[in-house]
Every structure is written in C-alpha cells, then in structure tokens.
C-alpha cells in the first residue's frame, strides 16, 4: 500500500497537472482536494509520485501512459478517462467512479480498489499483479487478454465481464458474481469457482449435462 508522504502540499489539480504536462515534469508529495480537470483534458505522461486526490474530476480526460506511485484516490470520479500504458504501484482508488475508464496495456502491482464502481472498465492486455479488487461493482468490465497474479476478488460485481483470452491461474472468484460473464475452457485451468458458478459456467461453454 502507499507509503505515507508527509507534510503534503496543496494545489489546484487543473493548474498543477496542466504545467507538468507542459514543463514535463513529475508531480511529487501534493494535496488536491476537489477541483477538476477541463472536460476532455489531454496530460499524456504524466508521472506523479506521493499524491492524494480527494473528490477529484477527471472527465473523460486523455492520460495516456499515465504513472503513479504510492498516490490514493478518494471519491474522485475519472468515468471515461484513457490511462492507455500506464502504471500504478502501491496506489488506491477508493470509493471513485472509473466507469469506462480505459486501463488497456496498464501495469498494476501492490493495487487497491475498493467500493469503486468500474462498469465498463477496460483492462484489456494489461498484467495485474498482487491487487485487490474489493466491493467493486465492474458489470461488463473487459479483462481480454489480461494478466493475474496474487490478485484477490473480494465481493465483486463482475456480471457481463469478459475474460477471454486471460491468464487466470490461481484465482478465486468464489465470492464474486459472475452472472453472464465470458471465459474461455484454456482459461480455466488453476482458477477457483464454487459449485453454483462451475455449472453455470458449463452452461455458457455450451455443454450440455445430463442425468
């Protein structure tokens, strides 16, 4: 998890991102508590280290190759943002809005995300590594492609989800909701289901079991 940064500076998320955009240079130990980014806003590579947001808006904004390091999001609402390439360690997305956000060919590690809704979120291609998912609702979330490893699944809503083509091995969905969601039988291999979830995943594969 993020390690504590003290005596943190405060700033207006709009004005600080936008000169480290323009100057390229690293956003370090800040406070930004409400405000937000113009709509559509394009930061690409932004690089931010020691942070804390609090009920921040990031609307549809364009961080592409984004990176973040022991940086909390609290309540902030980044729906549709695109953090295409980035990467985040020991970071946390608290209680924040990041439907259809687009996390494609991202790295995680040592990730918390927890009471977030993230329906339609993209993780396509992405390797996810020692994160924990926890009271998130992610209806339709897309993980094509994706990597898990010490990934933990903690009361999910993955109803819809997509799956396919994933490395899932190892991981436990028996305290998630799969209802409708997409996987593939190679997928399968190494990950934990409970019974109720493995027959209806017999079902959605197509076989048919008899009596």
């Known amino acids: 998890m993020p390690r504590p940064m003290p005596g ?27 405000g937000s980014l113009p709509d559509g806003a394009d930061l690409p590579r932004l690089d931010i280290s020691g942070c804390r947001f609090e009920n921040c808006r990031f609307p549809a904004s364009g961080l592409q190759g984004f990176s973040a390091g022991d940086t909390v999001f609290t309540g902030c609402d980044l729906s549709g943002c695109r953090f295409d390439g980035g990467y ?4 946390v997305f608290r209680g924040c809005r990041l439907t259809g956000a687009v996390f494609q060919n991202c790295g995680f590690s040592n990730v918390l995300l927890e009471d977030c809704a993230a329906g339609y979120a993209r993780f396509n291609d992405s390797r996810i590594d020692r994160a924990i998912f926890r009271g998130c609702r992610m209806e339709n979330a897309v993980f094509t492609g994706a990597a898990f490893t010490k990934t933990a699944l903690e009361d999910c809503m993955l109803s819809g989800a997509d799956f396919m083509h994933a490395r899932l091995a190892g991981m436990d969905f028996t305290q998630s909701h799969l209802s409708g969601a997409c996987f593939e039988v190679q997928a399968l291999r190494g990950a934990v289901f409970t019974p109720e979830q493995a027959v209806m995943l017999i079902r959605t594969l197509g076989i048919i079991v008899r009596e």
């Open 8 to 34: 943190l500076q405060p700033g207006d998320p709009a004005a600080v991102l936008e000169e480290a955009c323009r100057e390229e240079e690293a956003v370090r130990g800040r406070l930004f508590t409400g």
């Open 88 to 91: 985040f360690g020991r970071v």
